[in-house]
């Protein structure tokens, strides 16, 4: 999950973001470089429906290095509160990204996401992903082998994204998170959606994202650690791109 947050309400749903809001372009014998980096403060951290703060709010910001070919890298942080020594989440992605006609473009790439604290080595996993859009909507995959010892999983998403009149931004999200085995309760997977709004006040993108999956009761409590972390959830972000 490419997790650039000029846009916060989309990092719940979205696993790559196939563009970047340039703050400088730097000139070099290789080509040109667009140099961005990115803060947030949201009101909880959604990721893929589920709180990863406990319900607290979450400081996030992120450095992207994108070259005029299509290449990308970039690392991107947030505190987590799972309820263990791990506080804070640290990614570090990679990828290519490219338009196939003016309208369709294609993201491949690569995420590894850390969890520096104590005991808690066991939450790192990486994940190669895949996206295609055209005209607003967008399919995309995200693929791991060594999340907590399973032999894999797989996210699949579809999203939409509008411009509503007075430059209000629509974005729509739908997603299942296959685990391949029992992980929620009884469930070995479960889905979620996300309606997002967002606008830009005074130089600030302003986003309200409302998400929810169909985990209920223990099945949910027995991945995150506590029954209402999946529910329906209102967050409130507020992002700038420097």
């Known amino acids: 999950m490419l997790k650039q947050l000029t846009l916060a309400l989309s990092a719940a749903g979205a696993v790559a973001c196939s563009t970047f809001a340039a703050a400088e372009t730097v000139a070099s014998p290789l080509g040109n470089f667009d140099v961005s980096m990115n803060v947030a403060l949201t009101s909880d951290y959604i990721f893929r429906g589920i709180s990863q703060t406990q319900g607290d709010p979450a400081i996030q910001g992120g450095l992207d290095v994108a070259h005029e070919s299509g290449l990308y890298i970039g690392t991107w942080a947030s505190n987590v509160d799972f309820g263990g020594e791990a506080s804070m989440e640290l990614d570090y992605y990679a990828g290519f990204t490219s338009n196939i006609t003016e309208d369709i473009a294609y993201d491949l790439g690569w995420i590894k996401y850390e969890y520096p604290g104590d005991g808690d080595e066991d939450l790192n996993f990486s994940e190669y992903y895949a996206s295609l859009s055209a005209y607003g909507a967008t399919l995309g995959a995200a693929y791991s082998n060594d999340l907590a010892g399973r032999d894999s999983t797989l996210y699949t998403y579809v999203g939409y994204e509008y411009t509503l009149p007075y430059e209000i931004g629509l974005a729509l999200h739908y997603g299942n998170y296959d685990f391949k085995d029992p992980t929620f309760g009884n469930e070995d997977s479960y889905n979620d959606w996300s309606i997002g709004l967002s606008k830009t006040l005074a ?27 999946c529910d329906a959830n209102f967050t409130v972000s507020v992002s700038k791109t420097l």
């Open 203 to 229: 130089g600030l993108d302003v986003g309200l994202t409302y998400s929810d999956t169909d985990l209920k009761g223990s099945d949910c409590a027995a991945f995150a650690g506590k029954k209402d972390f």
